[in-house]
């Protein structure tokens, strides 16, 4: 049991990391302190329903309607130009430091909605979720333990990535520091965009 833990942990927490938009935009709310906690808990909440819907064989259906994931993956080069342009603007513009006791400007719902977009308009999620981490935890004494694992794995980053960019934010408060990020997260963006567009997954 404890082999199918560890290799649920390892398999999903590389997949995790490698998901770039999904990081970048917890991460950079974790910076601006702005329902940090509810963006990294809605991507954890995602993953674990994907791993678990994709070892009851929602993978199978998928595999059954590929338009779907080609339907997705231009959603998702269209949102993720989006917020790679709005990052762009902020660069450009510049903003006022962060305070770090500042209400939060966007609303709960927006930034629910955001997260709920970079995460499902990527295709490369499902076929991570639902195709490869199901293919592992087939090969497993327990799959149960597998999906405990792999889930294990986005609570522990989504919440290192919510709780690290917290901390960083009172030193990452000048409005320099915060043209860097920008052009950072918007430069992150475009690419995935472009890769997702050319390549068809990330």
């Given amino acids: 049991m404890l082999e199918s833990y560890l290799t649920g942990l390892i398999v999903s927490g590389g997949l995790i990391v490698a998901i770039g938009a999904q990081n970048a935009y917890v991460l950079s709310q974790s910076i601006r302190r702005e329902h940090h906690w509810w963006a990294a808990g809605l991507c954890m909440v995602a993953d674990v329903s994907l791993f678990t819907l994709g070892m009851f064989g929602v ?22 130009g989006w917020l790679a342009v709005q990052a762009f603007v902020r660069a ?59 889930g294990s794995a986005s609570v522990l980053w989504f919440g290192l990535l919510a709780w690290g960019g917290s ?29 997702l567009a050319f390549n068809g997954g990330l």
């Fill in 167 to 195: 901390a960083l934010a009172p030193v990452l408060s000048s409005p320099l520091a915060w043209r860097f990020i920008d052009g950072i997260i918007g430069t992150m963006m475009a690419a995935i965009a472009l890769h």
């Fill in 59 to 80: 993978s199978a259906a998928l595999m059954a309607m590929p338009q779907a994931l080609e339907i997705l993956r231009w959603l998702g080069v269209v949102f993720l």
């Fill in 92 to 150: 450009g513009r510049g903003r006022a430091a962060l305070e770090t006791r500042e209400v939060s400007r966007r609303s709960l719902k927006g930034v629910l909605f955001t997260t709920l977009a970079v995460t499902l308009l990527n295709p490369q999620v499902y076929l991570d979720t639902l195709l490869l981490v199901p293919a592992v935890g087939a090969q497993q004494e327990n799959a149960t333990t597998f999906v405990a694992g792999a």
